[in-house]
């Protein structure tokens, strides 16, 4: 298993251009394109609120093939009535008829404010120059035309060797607001030319994203849109059938890559911070700790301050709902002990933590001594920059 310096994947060509969505310029469109009927599973939001696209895709994703996915920023449309609807499908429209598809081979995704109508006419305008810009290295052009406020293009990509045979896995997202578990990122685009089909790819996915994607938070907010695709072209020799624990493992250390860039380039991040709940008595009691301690507002702004407030931590973990003893909980800065049997240690310890939360990555481990359960939560701080960056989204 390596990592590929140059982005590609047989089967997949990959293209992004301005076309004017966005207010304040950039690329703002994104295909990509597969030669030959690719095989695809998704994974959707929770949210009850969904956009126009999420809407399709669910329709359009049911016959288990895809030739192509628009993807675009600068509008959401998202509560947008029937018109969005209808939008999206003219996308798809669009898509067919200068890829040469069927619209329902073609998956839409959108990102950007919600409530907005959708420019078609701008994609419409646009499309001939998307598709003449295809190019099989064309994920880093992709990458950039669907960031919003990312600061940089997000990918991965993984070739594996399997009984002489190499297969490859590429993926590409964008996601540094709206993100906490429940599919958590705004839109994720996997790419692999193993010899998989849609049963298979979903039995894949589903797990995936439950280890990354589902395992991060940056603010709390579940996005409308969220949107994670694994299509799989077919073009190598090698059958997912037949691999299935590397076919697994590659795809998880691709999500895991890409959740962990969407945390470190999150909304005025400056802290990624890895919640690590050891000894409570189930998983999902460990799960629900570390989802409430990551998404404390209090917590992440006292790892925006540096300050070791571990008073803080055992305060969330309490009210998570989950049973725990207060006088057996032992709390870790990294390596550092900052309480032990609920008490917080001397001011020489306290001291060592503080240098271990001026550092840009770190751990918080939490020890309940009580059974085998376990969980981790990949969170950040909360610092004045998310508040600046929110406040004026869409000005």
């Known amino acids: ?3 590929l310096e140059k982005v590609s994947c047989p089967g997949f060509s990959a293209s992004g251009i301005a076309s004017g969505l966005k207010k304040r310029g950039g690329p703002d469109l994104g295909l990509i394109f597969c030669s030959v009927p690719a095989s695809v599973a998704g994974v959707f939001t929770k949210n009850r609120v969904q956009a126009a696209p999420v809407l399709l895709d669910k329709k359009n994703i049911s016959s288990g093939t895809c030739r192509a996915v628009v993807a675009n920023s600068g509008c959401a449309n998202c509560c947008t009535g029937k018109q969005g609807v209808d939008d999206a499908v003219e996308t798809t429209c669009l898509a067919g008829g200068n890829l040469g598809v069927v619209p329902e081979d073609v998956l839409v995704a959108s990102t950007g404010v919600i409530g907005q109508p959708l420019n078609v006419e701008k994609i419409r305008a646009a499309f001939p ?3 003449d810009s295809l190019s099989p290295e064309g994920f880093g052009d992709f990458a950039e035309a669907i960031m919003t406020t990312d600061t940089v293009p997000k990918i991965s990509a993984i070739q594996a060797e399997f009984e002489g045979q190499t297969f490859n896995v590429v993926g590409v997202a964008k996601g540094a607001g709206m993100i906490r578990p429940d599919m958590a990122t705004m839109l994720c685009f996997v790419c692999t ?3 998989a089909n849609p049963n298979t790819l979903k039995r894949v996915l589903r797990p995936a994203v439950d280890a990354s994607f589902n395992r991060i938070t940056i603010d709390g907010d579940t996005s409308t849109n969220d949107t994670v695709l694994l299509m799989a072209s077919g073009m190598s020799r090698v059958a997912a059938n037949r691999c299935m624990d590397l076919f697994q493992s590659v795809v998880d250390k691709v999500l895991l890559e890409l959740a962990h860039m969407l945390v470190r380039d999150g909304e005025g991040v400056n802290k990624v911070v890895t919640i690590d709940i050891q000894g409570a008595d189930s998983d999902q009691d460990a799960r629900l700790i570390a989802d409430t301690i990551a998404h404390s507002p209090l917590v992440k702004t006292a790892f925006f301050g540096e300050d070791a407030n571990w008073g803080r931590l055992l305060a969330a973990a309490g009210r998570a709902g989950a049973p725990m003893d207060p006088y057996t ?25 503080t240098e271990v939360l001026k550092k840009p990555e770190f751990t918080v481990r939490m020890d309940l001594k009580q059974g085998k359960g376990q969980a981790s939560v990949l969170t950040c701080d909360l610092s004045y920059d998310y508040i600046k960056i929110n406040a004026d989204y869409r000005s």
């Open 1 to 3: 298993m390596k990592t």
């Open 129 to 131: 120059g998307l598709v």
């Open 193 to 195: 030319d193993i010899q």
């Open 329 to 353: 909980v032992d709390v870790f800065f990294d390596s550092v002990q900052m309480v032990k049997d609920g008490m917080g240690q001397n001011k020489e310890v306290e001291a060592r933590a």
